[in-house]
T-cell receptor, first 111, second 115 residues
């Protein structure tokens, strides 16, 4: 079945540090790939997405590139801020209609 | 605000009782999903509807769980004879299948605590 594997957390960084959160997936067909973010006390919300191979999704300074050859969708940001502290979930969505999520990576950014 | 709303936000119950959660999706969305999330885990798929039809149900889902979406708008998730292992956050999400990018819009969840 479909699965998503995220790097284990938690991740603690200083402000302005570079962030990478690794995500790899297993799926039949050609899924769409997503990063969702959950800020403290809030629901999950979409951060960025890519719907086909080599697409790059970007939002709020975060980027991720859909790599079909390595089945990966790693999340990166060049300079994190305290306000980026949250839980980040990698997910895939197939034509079957449902999404599969990773277990999440907790990011804490210290001033 | 016309986002996904869930009710109640928190439910505490005793083992063996039945509980029901309600989800109101974004009005123009025809797909509605239920997920379960426990601490330290990602959302786990339970079931989803397109309009009023339940298209898929997780094989891991106990028969004590049932979901309905009778008029293709709001949905209910009922858990019968609750067990302590049912304690979790129950998430509802909706989407518009015609766009079909797979983006889900989540509610804030209903937290269940079974004593």
């Amino acid at each position: 079945g479909d699965s998503v594997t995220q790097m284990e957390g938690p991740v603690t960084l200083s402000e302005e540090a570079f962030l990478t959160i690794n995500c790899t997936y297993t799926a039949t067909g050609y899924p769409s790939l997503f990063w969702y973010v959950q800020y403290p006390g809030e629901g999950l919300q979409l951060l960025l997405k890519a719907t086909k191979a080599d697409d790059k999704g970007s939002n709020k300074g975060f980027e991720a590139t859909y790599r079909k050859e390595t089945t990966s969708f790693h999340l990166e940001k060049g300079s994190v801020q305290v306000s980026d502290s949250a839980v980040y979930f990698c997910a895939l969505h197939t034509n079957a209609g449902k999404s599969t999520f990773g277990d999440g990576t907790t990011l804490t950014v210290k001033p | 605000d016309t986002g996904v709303s869930q009710d109640p936000r928190h439910k505490i119950t005793k083992r063996g009782q039945n509980v029901t959660f309600r989800c109101d999706p974004i009005s123009e969305h025809n797909r509605l999903y239920w997920y379960r999330q426990t601490l330290g885990q990602g959302p786990e798929f339970l079931t989803y509807f397109q309009n009023e039809a339940q298209l898929e149900k997780s094989r891991l889902l106990s028969d004590r769980f049932s979901a309905e979406r009778p008029k293709g708008s709001f949905s209910t998730l009922e858990i019968q004879r609750t067990e302590q292992g049912d304690s979790a956050m129950y998430l509802c999400a909706s989407s518009f299948s015609q766009v079909n990018t797979g983006e889900l819009f989540f509610g804030e969840g209903s937290r269940l605590t079974v004593l």
